[in-house]
């Protein structure tokens, strides 16, 4: 399946990449090679083989509901960019 | 120090023939003498090991030592160091500084092993060659125009070269295996859920694994021991007894069922790497183990279904990477969007935003059947496969890679001849089954492991065959500077 | 043209677990920003979630409330997109293995009818931050607090016709999950929240209309409102031959509007699939049973109950069983006094009237069912009159204190002196000759409507304390002598 350039662009708004026109010509040639092996599966038959996210097959295990933690606001806030008021800061956000 | 086993500089420290605080002095004036050449490491963390150091000499002194009080060893830059930067040798983190410690790390920190450092490695783990690193590629001190490998080339490197004893790593396709393979490593890939994720940047989380990098098998079983046991901080730990995983290093292997897959023997193989790997086979069927062919018949769908999963759940798992709490952010965002798309754009290198768009891409809307779940079929399928072929036989030999390291630069441009390179080790990823690289032989002067792989929760096993072959074998005590072996080609580059 | 309206809600009940669906940080409203949060809630490299096992125990105590299915397989799917409050850049929830499958909730229209709403899924995700948009440098400051607090979130089929039916529905929903204990419930926290999705057709047509989403909405009042301005932009679009376009929109309250949400106006694509992190979440039979027995008493068989065992009419034991607040103050109520129909009365007659002038919702009310209990007493012993009880109920409301204080305070004990009331009574006959003898030339039959006179000259004259029965008889008896 090969890839166009407006495809590329699509793509990098979802995953909030900022690509240059060259970029998303380098892109789109090596995802859409990419694409093309990732094909091959179409190949193999896989009617009723079910799909495998975890390979022990293994089901949750359950946390009991207890609060293990202190208030440890100033260690992270004092490693993020941009902070004022023990508050992230992010430009204006409007609803 | 250089070349010292850890098993060495264990005795060495409980004979008291010098104080762990010497030692981690030595090694990292070492590193700062001779890594420049290789690049093997992002950072040192010199202060807080030499604190770690002099607890590890208290703790010698009054009796109270484990096996690895007082050992340095280094980290990959994935593991979360507490108060020391962890980069994931991207610029995204090149100032983040975790205020947490991996459980890895912890666990090692228990056992009283010092952190002098924190090794390079392809950015965030995505890469074969370590070329994709934001600090500078790797070079293999066996031979400096050619590859580590990837994505744990730097603690491959670093241990080649003798700067430390023991690294951690991280396999999500074969970052242990295929870096130990090419700089003349024992490095095990644990069973998936034998070691805790906690605390080590995500790159695909079904797949990430994290296990040692040694010199020798015995190693690598001493470093294991530390560092697996269940935590009930992640979910996909398993919750099984942790066993003493040198507690078999001495079984003999009589009566040992080794299955040679046709499909690690296929046209792809290098013919001197398949007979270095003959060759090994020959010697531990001479340790009483019987050669059985086997077949494993979807291993070469598992490039693309590899391909499709790690992407997929890396695009998610990098997302949190905003610029908002940590990390990398860029100047003077316009907007919401501009700080995320600069952040993402300036902080991230080339194959990292590739892999994030191909998993983004997997995953949205009209492909997400044809892609994920579809890869996901047929991750059962060669789980499946192994099953069957780990039913008639006790492990299974090949090849951990089909040549031996490349050259530098050889790969970058084509990023599927790249990924090609990973055939014969994202299978075990993909069914989660524990597996090894053992030095095995050199071609042209750049080494080759032997692949062996095994049943769930097996490491025991794979890390006595690997240890009772390491007793008939010198191929693991070979260093890049030893005599018998030729430090190729320097006359090409270095 | 005549409209249909059809309304589906989307209801987000924030489960009162101690701490947050995937980690160990505290869960709770009200703490300095970022001060509840842990590397999982913040997204920290390496952080992993576990799952909280009282949020499962919740979410399967709603799907046996309602009688719904139970799911023994669900799955955590993670939902990608971007926004400073999901500091993940992906909000972890159930996709297509959802822990509470089809189900129903009957609720009580206002012809007091019963309609049954169905209910599609119910399912566990993990809510976002806050966003403040309060000037921070001309930035919005970012509070993760309630990053990964439990949600409940349960999705209704658009079986809603009107935004009373939305209420109702909201309202029994509320009444479910605070009784069974899963939810605090409180709105204006926004324990509770809904998005309603909204559209039109024309009477008759069967295909839907085009939806709006309203997001957000934290009252019973604002669903109402938001729906009912939402419907008059959709009747006055398509009457003006526009077309409805399907976007999120967000209810001004202050305005009294809805108006399209900036932050969702781009084509998402969320990438829905299982979080590798979490594994399937598998339970039993045996574990869903005992979740089942150990249930309280539902608002469906509160209201069988208050029917069955105290007399009420259908109507008062549904009107009172709708709140499980309510519900328990009206019982607390009927503890002390001993008399369920007057206490329903009181609950759903006065007591509701001062609720709804005063804007204040039951748990608010300053007099307590002690009082009102006692002040039913009062009436029950012929200490005062229902006018009396009334004006006592009023200054319990305004101004507390206790019941037989004032009574005693305001002179409000009913005069049952039936010497003092005979005085009364003769001084109004006396100062009355035309009414008497109008009375007198009356027929019989009549003669009962024109007491009403006496009645109210006797009663002004006693200032209202007169025992009315009391004052009555004597009437009857002493004017019937003179004719």
Request: glycine letters at 8%; one cysteine or more.
């Given at each position: 399946?090969?890839?166009?350039?407006a495809?590329?662009?699509?793509?990098?708004?979802?995953?909030?990449?900022?690509?240059?026109?060259?970029?998303?010509?380098?892109?789109?040639?090596?995802?859409?090679?990419?694409?093309?092996?990732?094909?091959?599966?179409?190949?193999?038959?896989?009617?009723?083989?079910?799909?495998?996210?975890?390979?022990?097959?293994?089901?949750?295990?359950?946390?009991?509901?207890?609060?293990?933690?202190?208030?440890?606001?100033?260690?992270?806030?004092?490693?993020?960019?941009?902070?004022?008021?023990?508050?992230y800061?992010?430009?204006?956000?409007?609803? | 120090?250089?070349?010292?086993?850890?098993?060495q500089?264990?005795?060495?420290?409980?004979?008291?023939?010098?104080?762990?605080?010497?030692?981690?002095?030595?090694?990292?004036?070492?590193?700062?003498?001779?890594?420049?050449?290789?690049?093997?490491?992002?950072?040192?963390?010199?202060?807080?090991?030499?604190?770690?150091?002099?607890?590890?000499?208290?703790?010698?002194?009054?009796?109270?030592?484990?096996?690895?009080?007082?050992?340095?060893?280094?980290?990959?830059?994935?593991?979360?160091?507490?108060?020391?930067?962890?980069?994931?040798?991207?610029?995204?983190?090149?100032?983040?500084?975790p205020?947490?410690?991996?459980?890895?790390?912890?666990?090692?920190?228990?056992?009283?092993?010092?952190?002098?450092?924190?090794?390079?490695?392809?950015?965030?783990?995505?890469?074969?060659?370590?070329?994709?690193?934001?600090?500078?590629?790797?070079?293999?001190?066996?031979?400096?125009?050619?590859?580590?490998?990837?994505?744990?080339?730097?603690?491959?490197?670093?241990?080649?070269?003798?700067?430390?004893?023991?690294?951690?790593?991280?396999?999500?396709?074969?970052?242990?295996?295929?870096?130990?393979?090419?700089?003349?490593?024992?490095?095990?890939?644990?069973?998936?859920?034998?070691?805790?994720?906690?605390?080590?940047?995500?790159?695909?989380?079904?797949?990430?694994?994290a296990?040692?990098?040694?010199?020798?098998?015995?190693?690598?079983?001493?470093?294991?021991?530390?560092?697996?046991?269940?935590?009930?901080?992640?979910?996909?730990?398993?919750?099984?007894?942790?066993?003493?995983?040198?507690?078999?290093?001495?079984?003999?292997?009589?009566?040992l069922?080794?299955?040679?897959?046709?499909?690690?023997?296929?046209?792809?193989?290098?013919?001197?790497?398949?007979?270095?790997?003959?060759?090994?086979?020959?010697?531990?069927?001479?340790?009483?183990?019987?050669?059985?062919?086997?077949?494993?018949?979807?291993?070469?769908?598992?490039?693309?279904?590899?391909?499709?999963?790690?992407?997929?759940?890396?695009?998610?798992?990098?997302s949190?990477?905003?610029?908002?709490?940590?990390?990398?952010?860029?100047?003077?965002?316009?907007?919401?969007?501009?700080?995320?798309?600069?952040?993402?754009?300036?902080?991230?290198?080339?194959?990292?935003?590739?892999?994030?768009?191909?998993?983004?891409?997997?995953?949205?809307?009209?492909?997400?059947?044809?892609?994920?779940?579809?890869?996901?079929?047929?991750?059962?399928?060669?789980?499946?496969?192994?099953?069957?072929?780990?039913?008639?036989?006790?492990?299974?030999?090949?090849?951990?890679a089909?040549?031996?390291?490349?050259?530098?630069?050889?790969?970058?441009?084509?990023?599927?001849?790249?990924?090609?390179?990973?055939?014969?080790?994202?299978?075990?990823?993909?069914?989660?089954?524990?597996?090894?690289?053992?030095?095995?032989?050199?071609?042209?002067?750049?080494?080759?492991?032997?692949?062996?792989?095994?049943?769930?929760?097996?490491?025991?096993?794979?890390?006595?065959?690997?240890?009772?072959?390491?007793?008939?074998?010198?191929?693991?005590?070979?260093?890049?500077?030893?005599?018998?072996?030729?430090?190729?080609?320097?006359?090409?580059?270095? | 043209m005549?409209?249909?309206?059809?309304?589906?809600?989307?209801?987000?009940?924030?489960?009162?677990?101690?701490?947050?669906?995937?980690?160990?940080?505290?869960?709770?409203?009200?703490?300095?920003?970022?001060?509840?949060?842990?590397?999982?809630?913040?997204?920290?490299?390496g952080?992993?979630?576990?799952?909280?096992?009282?949020?499962?125990?919740?979410?399967?105590?709603?799907?046996?409330?309602?009688?719904?299915?139970?799911?023994?397989?669900?799955?955590?799917?993670?939902?990608?997109?971007?926004?400073?409050?999901?500091?993940?850049?992906?909000?972890?929830?159930?996709?297509?293995?959802?822990?509470?499958?089809?189900?129903?909730?009957d609720?009580?229209?206002?012809?007091?009818?019963?309609?049954?709403?169905?209910v599609?899924?119910?399912?566990?995700?993990?809510?976002?931050?806050k966003?403040?948009?309060?000037?921070?440098?001309?930035?919005?400051?970012?509070?993760?607090?309630?990053?990964?607090?439990?949600?409940?979130?349960?999705?209704?089929?658009?079986?809603?016709?009107?935004?009373?039916?939305?209420?109702?529905?909201m309202?029994?929903?509320?009444?479910?999950?605070?009784?069974?204990?899963?939810s605090d419930?409180?709105?204006?926290?926004?324990?509770?929240?809904?998005?309603?999705?909204?559209?039109?057709?024309?009477?008759?047509?069967?295909?839907?209309?085009?939806?709006?989403?309203?997001?957000?909405?934290?009252?019973?009042?604002?669903?109402?409102?938001?729906?009912?301005?939402?419907?008059?932009r959709?009747?006055?679009?398509?009457?003006?031959?526009?077309?409805?376009?399907?976007?999120?929109?967000?209810?001004?309250?202050?305005?009294?509007?809805?108006?399209?949400?900036?932050?969702?106006?781009?084509?998402?694509?969320?990438?829905?699939?299982?979080?590798?992190?979490?594994?399937?979440?598998?339970?039993?039979?045996?574990?869903?049973?005992?979740?089942?027995?150990?249930?309280?008493?539902?608002?469906?068989?509160?209201?069988a109950?208050?029917?069955?065992?105290?007399?009420?009419?259908?109507y008062?034991?549904?009107?009172?069983?709708?709140?499980?607040?309510?519900?328990?103050?009206?019982e607390?109520?009927?503890?002390?006094?001993?008399?369920?129909?007057?206490?329903?009365?009181?609950?759903?007659?006065?007591?509701?009237?001062y609720?709804?002038?005063?804007?204040?919702?039951?748990?608010?009310?300053?007099?307590?069912?002690?009082?009102?209990?006692?002040?039913?007493?009062?009436?029950?012993?012929?200490?005062?009159?229902?006018?009396?009880?009334?004006?006592?109920?009023?200054?319990?409301?305004?101004?507390?204190?206790?019941?037989?204080?004032?009574?005693?305070?305001?002179?409000?004990?009913?005069?049952?002196?039936?010497?003092?009331?005979?005085?009364m009574?003769?001084?109004?006959i006396?100062?009355?000759?035309?009414q008497?003898?109008?009375?007198?030339?009356?027929?019989?039959?009549?003669?009962?409507?024109?007491?009403?006179?006496?009645?109210?000259?006797?009663?002004?004259?006693?200032?209202?304390s007169?025992?009315?029965?009391?004052?009555?008889?004597?009437?009857?008896?002493?004017?019937?002598?003179?004719?």
């Open positions: 399946m090969a890839l166009e350039n495809d590329i662009e699509k793509i990098a708004v979802l995953a909030r990449l900022q690509v240059t026109p060259s970029e998303t010509n380098d892109y789109a040639n090596s995802i859409s090679s990419i694409l093309s092996l990732m094909d091959q599966m179409q190949l193999v038959n896989t009617d009723g083989v079910e799909p495998l996210s975890n390979p022990h097959d293994a089901t949750q295990r359950l946390r009991k509901d207890e609060v293990t933690c202190d208030n440890q606001r100033e260690a992270f806030i004092a490693i993020a960019p941009a902070t004022e008021d023990g508050l800061l992010v430009p204006k956000v409007i609803d | 120090m250089t070349h010292k086993t850890l098993v500089i264990a005795k060495d420290l409980a004979a008291g023939k010098y104080s762990s605080r010497e030692i981690t002095q030595d090694i990292i004036a070492d590193i700062k003498a001779r890594d420049a050449v290789y690049n093997s490491f992002i950072s040192l963390s010199e202060d807080l090991a030499l604190g770690q150091a002099d607890a590890a000499d208290a703790r010698i002194k009054v009796g109270n030592a484990d096996i690895l009080t007082g050992v340095p060893f280094a980290h990959k830059d994935l593991f979360c160091t507490q108060g020391h930067t962890t980069t994931a040798a991207s610029k995204m983190l090149a100032n983040f500084v205020p947490y410690e991996s459980t890895v790390g912890q666990r090692l920190l228990s056992a009283g092993a010092v952190c002098v450092g924190k090794t390079n490695m392809d950015e965030f783990a995505m890469g074969s060659s370590n070329e994709s690193s934001f600090f500078g590629a790797v070079k293999n001190p066996w031979d400096l125009n050619a590859v580590p490998g990837g994505s744990s080339g730097g603690s491959a490197a670093a241990v080649a070269a003798g700067l430390v004893p023991a690294a951690t790593g991280t396999d999500t396709g074969g970052s242990i295996r295929q870096p130990a393979s090419f700089c003349n490593l024992t490095g095990i890939k644990p069973t998936y859920g034998r070691v805790s994720r906690f605390g080590i940047i995500a790159y695909a989380s079904s797949l990430d694994q296990g040692p990098m040694c010199q020798t098998a015995e190693d690598a079983a001493i470093m294991l021991n530390a560092m697996a046991g269940f935590d009930e901080q992640d979910s996909t730990s398993v919750q099984q007894e942790t066993p003493d995983f040198t507690a078999e290093l001495n079984l003999p292997l009589h009566g069922k080794v299955g040679l897959p046709k499909e690690f023997f296929g046209p792809g193989l290098n013919p001197q790497v398949a007979e270095c790997i003959m060759a090994a086979v020959k010697e531990i069927e001479k340790l009483g183990a019987q050669i059985i062919d086997i077949s494993l018949p979807n291993l070469e769908l598992s490039i693309p279904a590899y391909y499709v999963i790690a992407p997929s759940e890396a695009s998610s798992n990098l949190r990477f905003d610029g908002v709490r940590y990390g990398y952010r860029c100047d003077k965002p316009e907007n919401l969007m501009d700080l995320y798309c600069r952040t993402r754009a300036e902080g991230f290198g080339t194959e990292v935003k590739r892999r994030i768009m191909v998993g983004t891409y997997a995953l949205s809307e009209g492909y997400y059947d044809a892609y994920y779940v579809k890869a996901q079929r047929i991750r059962r399928l060669i789980k499946d496969d192994f099953a069957r072929a780990l039913s008639q036989v006790d492990v299974i030999m090949g090849p951990v089909p040549t031996p390291a490349f050259d530098l630069g050889s790969n970058t441009k084509d990023p599927v001849a790249m990924y090609l390179e990973d055939i014969y080790t994202l299978s075990a990823n993909m069914a989660g089954i524990p597996a090894m690289s053992a030095p095995a032989g050199f071609v042209n002067g750049r080494p080759v492991g032997l692949h062996i792989m095994g049943n769930y929760f097996a490491e025991a096993k794979l890390l006595n065959i690997a240890h009772q072959y390491q007793q008939v074998t010198d191929w693991h005590l070979q260093t890049p500077t030893s005599n018998n072996v030729p430090v190729s080609n320097q006359e090409k580059g270095a | 005549s409209w249909e309206i059809v309304i589906g809600l989307e209801i987000h009940v924030q489960l009162a677990t101690k701490s947050k669906l995937f980690s160990g940080a505290k869960a709770g409203f009200g703490a300095a920003p970022n001060t509840q949060t842990t590397l999982v809630d913040l997204g920290m490299p952080a992993l979630p576990v799952f909280n096992q009282e949020a499962l125990r919740m979410a399967v105590a709603f799907g046996t409330a309602i009688d719904a299915e139970v799911c023994k397989h669900s799955v955590f799917a993670r939902k990608n997109y971007f926004y400073p409050d999901s500091p993940k850049g992906y909000q972890t929830s159930q996709m297509d293995h959802p822990i509470v499958g089809l189900g129903h909730l609720i009580q229209l206002e012809d007091r009818s019963i309609k049954r709403i169905g599609t899924r119910a399912h566990l995700e993990e809510d976002a931050g966003s403040l948009h309060e000037d921070y440098d001309g930035m919005t400051g970012i509070d993760l607090n309630r990053s990964s607090t439990p949600l409940l979130e349960i999705v209704s089929e658009p079986d809603m016709r009107n935004a009373k039916e939305a209420v109702a529905y309202r029994k929903m509320h009444a479910i999950v605070t009784t069974i204990g899963i419930g409180n709105m204006a926290e926004g324990s509770m929240r809904c998005d309603a999705n909204v559209s039109i057709r024309p009477k008759g047509q069967e295909k839907l209309g085009t939806r709006a989403e309203l997001k957000n909405i934290n009252s019973f009042k604002f669903i109402e409102r938001a729906i009912n301005v939402e419907v008059e959709q009747i006055d679009i398509l009457e003006d031959g526009g077309k409805i376009v399907q976007e999120t929109r967000l209810y001004d309250s202050d305005k009294n509007e809805t108006r399209p949400m900036r932050s969702k106006e781009e084509a998402n694509d969320y990438r829905y699939f299982p979080c590798p992190d979490l594994l399937p979440v598998e339970i039993d039979d045996a574990y869903i049973d005992a979740i089942r027995q150990s249930l309280p008493e539902l608002p469906d068989q509160r209201s109950r208050f029917v069955s065992q105290l007399g009420l009419s259908e008062d034991a549904s009107v009172l069983s709708a709140s499980r607040t309510l519900a328990d103050y009206f607390a109520v009927v503890l002390v006094c001993n008399d369920a129909k007057l206490s329903a009365n009181w609950v759903t007659g006065e007591l509701s009237k609720m709804n002038q005063h804007n204040v919702e039951i748990d608010q009310v300053p007099v307590t069912a002690v009082h009102l209990g006692q002040l039913i007493n009062r009436i029950m012993d012929d200490t005062i009159n229902s006018k009396g009880a009334k004006a006592v109920f009023d200054e319990l409301w305004n101004q507390a204190g206790e019941v037989d204080a004032i009574i005693e305070a305001n002179g409000l004990k009913q005069v049952s002196d039936i010497g003092a009331i005979e005085a009574v003769d001084d109004v006396a100062s009355s000759p035309k008497v003898q109008q009375y007198a030339d009356a027929e019989v039959e009549k003669r009962g409507k024109m007491l009403g006179f006496f009645m109210g000259q006797v009663m002004k004259a006693s200032k209202g007169a025992n009315p029965g009391q004052v009555n008889g004597l009437l009857k008896k002493k004017l019937d002598l003179l004719c």
